[in-house]
C-alpha cells in the first residue's frame, strides 16, 4: 500500500524504489523529494512527495522544483559537449583562443579540458569571495578573467564548486553568443520537454521548495587531524592533513554570506550560475540523462552523437582532488564518472556511470550499458555523513534490478 506522502507511478520491476523513497519521507528523514527514472527509453519511475516546506503546510508536486547545486555541472558539460559536437569548441585548445581576456597571469596555456575536469587552478577567488550581486556576470567573469591561478594550470586536480560554472558558461557565451541559461533552454530544454533551468523568471520560483538546512556541526575531527603531530597520525591521515593544511578546500566553497537563507534568496533564484543554481525536477534530469545514455537522440532531436558520449567518458583527470581531501575523483569531460563525490570513503559506484551529484543531496546519471537516466532531488540538506544517503541507497537498488 502506497504511503498517503507519495504520489506517481512507479513499474512494479521497480517497486523496492518506491518502498525506500517512501521510507525516507514516512520516517521524517527526508522533508519533500523526488525520485525519477527512465530505462530503455521508457520513464518507468516518477515518484514525489512530501513537503516544500519545514513547516510541512505546503505539498511537493509533480511541477515543484529545487535547486540542484553542483548537480547543475551535468547540465552545463552536456552544453560544452553538444558545442565540441558541432566542432565548435575544440577540448584541447587554450582558451585563450575562444576567450583572449583570460589569457594573462600564468593562465595562458590553460586547455579548455582543464576547465572541465577541474585543472584549471581556478577554484576560488585569490584573496576573499567577491561581494558582487550574484546576477552580475559580467563582473563575476571579469574578476576571474584577470586573476592569477593558484598553481600552474593542468598539474593538479581541485573541484570548482563555483567558479567552474563561470568558466565554462563564459566559454559557452564567447562561443556561441548565448548564456548557459537560455543555450540550454533553447537547445536542449525545449526540444526535449525538459522542466530544467538556470535563472528563473517569477513563475518558476514560485514553483521552488525551499532548502532546508540541517545544523551542521563543528568538523572537530578535521581540526584535531590538522594540529596532531605527523608521527601520531596513520599514513591516510597525514595524507588528509596535506590537504588540509593547503587550504583549497575553505577557498574553494567560501561564499558570500554565512547565511544559508542566501540559496532561497531571490538574488540566488534569478541568477545564472551554471555550477551551482540549476533548478528542476527530478523526472527531467532523468529523461536527459536516459537520452543521452540511449543514444543522445529522440523524435527527431539530437543533443550530441554517441562518439561525443564516449569522448565525455574517457577520463581526464583521476585525482587526487586538492578540495576533496585527496580523493580520486574522475572526472571527464564535465561529468563525475562514477559520482565518485557520493560515495568518498565507502562503496564505490560503477564507474560507467556519469553525470553529477549537488551538496543539498541531488543527484542525476547516466548508464550507457542499460540505457538509463536516474536522479533524485530533495529539499534537505543533511550533514555531511548523510548527505547522499538516500540517493546512494536507491542507486545500489536499481543497480541490482537492472543488472
Known amino acids: 500500500m502506497r504511503s498517503e506522502l507519495v504520489s506517481g507511478f512507479c513499474d512494479p520491476r521497480f517497486s523496492e524504489i518506491e518502498r525506500q523513497f517512501s521510507e525516507g519521507l514516512e520516517s521524517g528523514f527526508e522533508t519533500g523529494a523526488s525520485v525519477a527514472i527512465e530505462y530503455q527509453g521508457e520513464m518507468v519511475v516518477n515518484l514525489w512527495g512530501g513537503y516544500k516546506d519545514r513547516e510541512h503546510t505546503v505539498p511537493w508536486l509533480e511541477d515543484t522544483i529545487i535547486n540542484v547545486f553542483s548537480t547543475t555541472k551535468a547540465i552545463t558539460a552536456t552544453c560544452i559537449l553538444r558545442l565540441i559536437d558541432q566542432g565548435k569548441v575544440d577540448l584541447m585548445a587554450n582558451v585563450g583562443e575562444y ?127 590538522a594540529l596532531a603531530p605527523d608521527f601520531l597520525l596513520p599514513s591516510r591521515l597525514r595524507e588528509l592533513k596535506t590537504y588540509l593544511r593547503m587550504g583549497d578546500t575553505k577557498v574553494a566553497f567560501a561564499t558570500k554570506s554565512e547565511s544559508s537563507g542566501d540559496m532561497n534568496s531571490q538574488e540566488w533564484r534569478e541568477a545564472e550560475i551554471p555550477s551551482a543554481n540549476g533548478h528542476g525536477t527530478a523526472a527531467s534530469l532523468a529523461a536527459l540523462f536516459g537520452i543521452l545514455s540511449a543514444g543522445g537522440e529522440r523524435q527527431g532531436h539530437t543533443i550530441f552523437a554517441p562518439r561525443t558520449l564516449e569522448l565525455a567518458l574517457t577520463p581526464l583527470s583521476k585525482g587526487p582532488d586538492t578540495v576533496i581531501f585527496g580523493a580520486p575523483i574522475h572526472f571527464g569531460v564535465g561529468y563525475d564518472l562514477g559520482l565518485g563525490i557520493t560515495t568518498f570513503g565507502g562503496t564505490a559506484h560503477p564507474r560507467r556511470i556519469f553525470g553529477h551529484c549537488g551538496v543539498g543531496g541531488s543527484v542525476a546519471f547516466g548508464d550507457p550499458k542499460n540505457a538509463l537516466g536516474y536522479a533524485f532531488v530533495g529539499n534537505r540538506m543533511h550533514k555531511l555523513k548523510d548527505l547522499y544517503r538516500t540517493s546512494n541507497q536507491l542507486t545500489r537498488t536499481l543497480m541490482t534490478i537492472v543488472e
Open 99 to 225: 576567450w583572449p581576456e583570460y589569457a594573462c597571469n600564468g593562465k595562458e596555456n590553460t586547455k579548455v579540458s582543464d576547465f572541465l575536469c577541474h585543472r584549471a587552478a581556478m577554484h576560488g577567488f585569490q584573496g576573499s569571495m567577491p561581494s558582487l550581486d550574484y546576477r552580475d556576470w559580467d563582473s563575476w567573469v571579469s574578476v576571474l578573467a584577470k586573476q592569477a591561478p593558484f598553481r600552474e594550470p593542468g598539474t593538479t586536480q581541485g573541484y570548482h564548486a563555483l567558479t567552474f560554472g563561470w568558466l565554462v558558461g563564459e566559454l559557452v557565451r564567447r562561443v556561441d553568443g548565448r548564456g548557459v541559461g537560455q543555450y540550454f533552454k533553447e537547445e536542449i530544454a525545449e526540444p526535449f520537454g525538459l522542466d530544467f533551468r538556470i535563472g528563473l523568471d517569477a513563475a518558476a520560483i514560485a514553483r521552488c521548495a525551499d532548502i532546508l538546512v540541517d545544523p551542521q556541526p563543528t568538523p572537530w575531527s578535521m581540526t584535531a587531524i
